[in-house]
Structures are given as structure tokens and as C-alpha cells.
């Protein structure tokens, strides 16, 4: 007998992330990654966390700083959250906010709150890797959301998650500039969601995390706004709001927020208490102090920034993809998503593209729950610098196109 032996039956679904392995290759200089979605640091706010920090550690909330939290989380920052949601169209109060470790952490508990062996997750295809993994553990079936519409019916979909020996419990998705392929659902998409949750009597999980990211065209209402105002108040709707300070300030503080309905805080404050108590204290009084000063001027540094990024590799793409490829182009968010031709596998192309042209990009299969699009791939634009614009994406251009001379 081994440890491993007694590994529980769900372990075998914990694989390691792509995506986290391929942020590795950000430790060598000479590579061009476009691997990573993650946010530019020098365009993080450092002097006003300086000050944060300063503030909250020198101040008469030192003790509370360094002190045990109660796990919904720090009063005054929901009660910012509150106000901030109230602002999308979401009226609420403190009650219905619940500080998490990052938004990570929420879709890690969602899964565990909502999910039995055998039940049926609605999911995009493709959709955030990072959801599939913290779904996984809690040994769902999947089954395919098409929120552009499809043949699936209400009753097929509950048809065959009884089938699989449980009933359909929710429905994720990222309504927003989507990871990975930068997709935003329309109004009318969103109302489509809404009236599926309702015929199969599930919930909606909204990934909101690049929500304040657009660049382009006009803001869409969150579905979690749609439905409240369908239900009439927060605490009658389905709808379950994913936020994260990660994209906007800093990912290193893990820090994220869950608003939904009162009666999904209750039972998620007690699983925060029986697994880290509460996110650190100091962490939600300094996000807290960054937000009342800082927020709004950051989120136009990083939409001016990232925009003319996105424009900038849009631009290159145009230039540099030889016929038979194609791309999103995305009004808002991180990421551009890239289908080649029929035949190519992106997984064995990325070894050719790190080895031969020391690009690197993610594998789309990976963001499948079936494993499929392995002739698609995710680009990440946020930290496209000049280099990454006139040589990162002209060599993989390179590449595809002897790839494709190849076949």
C-alpha cells in the first residue's frame, strides 16, 4: 500500500493548469509569451498601496490589520462592494458581499456548495480553464451551453443529467470579453441564459472578472443585474456575481468578492470559516483604501493601456497570418482567440513555436471540457510590448505558415 492509494476518487480529476505551467517560461528573457493572461505590473498602483499599507499598519486599525477577521470579510470593504454593485444596476447591502481569496476561491466554493458526484454543469465550449479545474474536483458531467443559441432544449438538457444520474445545477459562464476567446454576450444573450436557468431551475454563475475592461463599444448589463431586476430583488434571483480586484489593482493580494443572494452567503461564510477562517485582514484594509482613492483613475490607466495593445496586435495579426486563419476581435478584456485550419494541433505546434521561435501562446483544447478545438489557440495582449508586436507575432505567423506548407 502507497499514500496514494487512499487518495479519494476525486483526485484523479485534479490535473495540473497549462496555463500555469506555461507562466514558467516567463523566467526566460529570450522567450515572447503570450501565454499568460495576466495583468502588467508596472502599470500596477504601487504608490497608493505604499500609502495603504503606511495608513492601515500606522493608524488605529493596526490591531484589527494584523487581527482575526470575521469570514464574510471586512465590513467597510463590502459595504464599498455594496455600493460598487449598486452602481452596475445590482441594489444590495453588505449582506449580500462575501470577501474571497481571489475570485478562484469563490468558483472553488461554488463548485463545492452546488455540485454531487453525477450533476451537470452548464458550460461554454470552449470556457475559463481555471473554472474547469476548481469544477472538477466535485465530479461533475458536462454539458455544452450555447448561449448564441443552439438545439439543445430545457428538457434535453435535464433529460440527459438525469441520464448521468443527477440534475443540471447551474449554468457558468463569462459574459464579458470571455477567457479565453474575448467574446461578449449581447443583451439578448443574456436574457436567453436567464430564461434557460429558469425552465431548468438552476443558477447562473457570472464570472464578472474582466467586467471593467472595455475598450470598445457600449457596456452591457451584468445578468445578475437583468435578474433582479426580473425578480425584483437580489434575494429572489439565481444569479450568482463573481468580482475580483486582480485585474484591475493587483492579483498578488488574492482578492475577490462573491455577490449573490443572502442565502448563498450564509452557507459559503461557513465553508470560508472551515477552510481559511477569512482572506487576510490587511490585505481587505488595504484593497479597501486603494479603492476609495484610486480605483476609477485605474481602471482608465489600464483600458488606455490595454486597448492600444489589443489594437497594436490586432494590427499584427492582420499583417502577419497567412489565409485560413482566424481571430476574435474582442471589444474589451485580455485575450484574442486564434483558429487555425482544420488539422493543425496547437499543443504539438506550441513545442515547434517555443523550440524554433521562442514564442509562446496556450493550447486551446485546454479550455474544453471535452479536450476538442486542438486546432485553436489563446493570445494574451496585455503585456504586448513593441517587441512582442514587430517579432512575437510575425514569427508565429511564420510557423503556421510552414506548418501549413507541411500538410
Not at 61 to 74: C, I, K, P, T
Not at 136 to 159: F, H, I, S, V, W
Not at 174 to 181: M, S
Request: hydrophobic share 45%; proline share 6%.
Amino acid at each position: 500500500m502507497t499514500l496514494t492509494d487512499l487518495f479519494a476518487t476525486r483526485s484523479s480529476r485534479m490535473k495540473a493548469s497549462e496555463i500555469r505551467e506555461l507562466l514558467k517560461l516567463l523566467d526566460q528573457p529570450d522567450i515572447i509569451s503570450f501565454a499568460g493572461g495576466i495583468p502588467d505590473p508596472s502599470l500596477f498602483p504601487h504608490e497608493a498601496f505604499r500609502r495603504a499599507y503606511a495608513d492601515v499598519l500606522g493608524g488605529a486599525g493596526a490591531n484589527a490589520a494584523l487581527q482575526y477577521q470575521v469570514s464574510e470579510g471586512y465590513l467597510p470593504l463590502r459595504r464599498w462592494l455594496a455600493a460598487h454593485m449598486t452602481d452596475l444596476g445590482v441594489p444590495c447591502d453588505e449582506g449580500n458581499i462575501f470577501i474571497t481569496s481571489g475570485s478562484q476561491q469563490g468558483l472553488d466554493y461554488l463548485g463545492k456548495l452546488m455540485l454531487s458526484p453525477a450533476d451537470t454543469a452548464l458550460v461554454t465550449w470552449p470556457t475559463y480553464l481555471g473554472a474547469l479545474q476548481a469544477f472538477n474536483a466535485y465530479e461533475p458531467t458536462y454539458a455544452r451551453l450555447q448561449p448564441n443559441g443552439g438545439n439543445t432544449t430545457p428538457a434535453e438538457y435535464a433529460e440527459a443529467a438525469a441520464a448521468a444520474g443527477g440534475r443540471v445545477k447551474f449554468a457558468y459562464l463569462v459574459p464579458d470579453f470571455a477567457n479565453p476567446t474575448g467574446e461578449t454576450l449581447t443583451l439578448g444573450q443574456r436574457e436567453g441564459v436567464l430564461d434557460l436557468a429558469a425552465e431548468l431551475d438552476c443558477a447562473v454563475i457570472e464570472d464578472a472578472a474582466y467586467q471593467a475592461l472595455r475598450y470598445d463599444g457600449e457596456p452591457v448589463p451584468p445578468i445578475i443585474a437583468l435578474d433582479c431586476a426580473r425578480s425584483g430583488h437580489l434575494d429572489a434571483a439565481r444569479t450568482i456575481y463573481c468580482g475580483s480586484f486582480s485585474k484591475i489593482l493587483a492579483p498578488g493580494l488574492r482578492m475577490g468578492w462573491i455577490c449573490a443572494p443572502r442565502r448563498i452567503v450564509e452557507k459559503l461564510v461557513l465553508m470560508k470559516q472551515a477552510a481559511d477562517l477569512h482572506s487576510p485582514s490587511i490585505n481587505q484594509m488595504a484593497i479597501l483604501h486603494v479603492a476609495e482613492t484610486s480605483y476609477a483613475a485605474q481602471v482608465e490607466t489600464v483600458r488606455r493601456v490595454y486597448g492600444e495593445r489589443r489594437n497594436a496586435i490586432l494590427a499584427a495579426l492582420e499583417a502577419a497570418m497567412p489565409a485560413g486563419v482566424e481571430w476574435s476581435r474582442p471589444e474589451g478584456g485580455m485575450f484574442i482567440w486564434v483558429t487555425l485550419p482544420d488539422g493543425i494541433d496547437t499543443t504539438a505546434l506550441l513545442a515547434r513555436a517555443v523550440a524554433e521561435e521562442r514564442v509562446a501562446f496556450v493550447p486551446g483544447s485546454a479550455f474544453f471540457a471535452d479536450g476538442s478545438g486542438r486546432n485553436t489557440l489563446r493570445l494574451s495582449f496585455t503585456l504586448a510590448d513593441e517587441r512582442a508586436v514587430t517579432e512575437g507575432i510575425p514569427r508565429l505567423g511564420r510557423l503556421i505558415r510552414d506548418e501549413l506548407a507541411r500538410r
